[in-house]
């Protein structure tokens, strides 16, 4: 027994010996490898990130799409673990055209800011969070292009006008609720109010407070007049003669008023009831451009809404969009409605049109058009100075008859 003993003590001991020498040959490994690390350091940099980004990207183009561009950046950025204090510098050799002036243009500090370089060239192209919420709401079906790249768009939109700023799922609800509540708004409340740039359901509030405490401020000072001075009846004094009355004079002739409109402009047209009735055949034509395609079109001064021919414009798919239309009988009724450009020579503008099945003409310009005036004005004054001519070259034909003043009938 004593013998197995000794021995196991002898195996102990072995093994305890064994693992000193293991662990001090480690230590001397490990002081080797960190030499050889800071010597292999000290004689071979490691890469730079400028130069590994020109072999992974490619300039930015003209065809390509900056949201797609910036994105395969920020991908290939993190797979390389670049550091993201630098990632400024790397992008800015791959810029070109309006997003490298976006660049220039940022103060230095904000210019090596990623973050803050990507909002800046995004607003210049028209991709800030306003502008994504403007879209957002005229984005319209087109069935020329496959649905699932118009999802795909509609969707980077919302994303871009919700989701700006890693808002919290509060913040989102309240970024929609903002902006139904401001789309609501009268308009001369709105343009006041949108003016301010509220943010939160709170600053809107507050914005349209303020607005409707001025103009009811305004109301109230348009509405209020000065005391009219009345003088006291003139008496004589006792003892005193009456004064002699001075003869009347004469009446002065009667004389337009400044604010009179002139006689000389061009008559006021209404071309009727287009339900119910053709078109005169006198009533002004012009040449308008609708979404760029050249129309004829009847120009009517007494409507106060543009109406087309669905061939003109189609209505939109599934759209509820509508506008009530009365006639001079007093009918009224629905019609699709939607958003249009019309340009002529005053300019362009975008208006809402209704789309008439049975319009007897291709389309019908109202007074809704911002520059209907003066293209009315433009149609019917040559007509009207021809018409001048003509009455003033039959008066000077005129000759003056001979009177009969007297006569040797007896009946007479």
């Known amino acids: 027994m004593e013998d197995v003993v000794r021995r196991l003590a002898e ?5 305890q010996r064994f693992s000193e020498q293991l662990a001090q040959r480690q230590e001397q490994t490990d002081q080797v490898v960190g030499l050889l690390r800071e010597s292999a350091a000290a004689r071979v940099p490691l ?5 590994t980004a020109h072999q992974l990207m490619t300039k930015l183009t003209a065809q390509d799409d900056i949201e797609a561009y910036l994105h395969t950046f920020e991908v290939i950025a993190t797979r390389e673990a670049w550091d993201k204090a630098e990632w400024a510098k790397i992008l800015a050799p791959f810029l070109t055209g309006e997003a490298q002036r976006a660049y220039v243009a940022l103060q230095p500090l904000a210019s090596e800011d990623y973050d803050a370089l990507k909002r800046e060239i995004l607003a210049r192209l028209g991709l800030s969070p306003i502008s994504a919420a403007q879209q957002f709401h005229q984005w319209s ?33 309240e970024r929609v609720v ?3 509540l401001l789309r609501a708004l009268p308009r001369r409340c709105r343009t006041t109010v949108g003016m301010k740039g509220p943010t939160t359901l709170r600053e809107v509030v507050e914005a349209v407070e303020l607005a409707e405490a001025s103009a009811a401020r305004d109301t109230g000072e348009r509405a209020w ?15 005193t003669s009456r004064p002699v009355p001075r003869p009347a004079a ?12 002139s006689s000389h402009g061009p008559p006021a047209w209404l071309a009727g009831c287009a339900v119910h009735q053709a078109v005169p055949s006198g009533a ?10 050249p129309v004829t079109a009847t120009l009517d001064s007494g409507s106060s809404v543009t109406l087309v021919q669905p061939g003109v414009v189609q209505p939109r798919a599934g759209g509820r969009s509508s506008i ?31 789309i008439v099945d049975d319009l007897p003409v291709p389309m019908l310009l109202g007074r809704d058009w911002p520059g209907f005036d003066q293209l009315l004005a433009s149609t019917v004054r040559p007509a009207s100075r021809e018409l001048r001519g003509r009455k003033a070259r039959s008066r000077k034909e005129r000759r003056p008859r001979p009177v009969l003043l007297a006569t040797e009938s007896e009946k007479e």
């Open 250 to 261: 004469a009446t002065p002739p009667d004389e337009p008023m400044p604010t009179e409109p």
């Open 11 to 15: 195996v102990v001991v072995r093994q």
């Open 47 to 51: 890469p730079d990130a400028r130069s």
């Open 178 to 180: 903002v902006d139904r």
């Open 284 to 293: 002004p034509r012009r040449t308008v451009r609708v979404e760029g395609r």
């Open 225 to 239: 007049a000065p005391p009219r001075r009345v003088n006291p009846a003139w008496r004589p004094q006792e003892g």
């Open 141 to 173: 079906y087109e069935d020329q292009v496959p649905v699932r790249a118009q999802a795909a768009r509609l969707s980077r939109l919302g994303q871009l006008w919700l989701l700006a700023g890693e808002p919290s799922a509060s913040q989102v609800a």
């Open 324 to 354: 009530p239309i009365t006639c001079v009988h007093g009918d009224t009724r629905n019609v699709p409605a939607r958003q249009v450009t019309v340009a002529a020579g005053p300019g362009s503008w975008t208006l809402e049109i209704g």
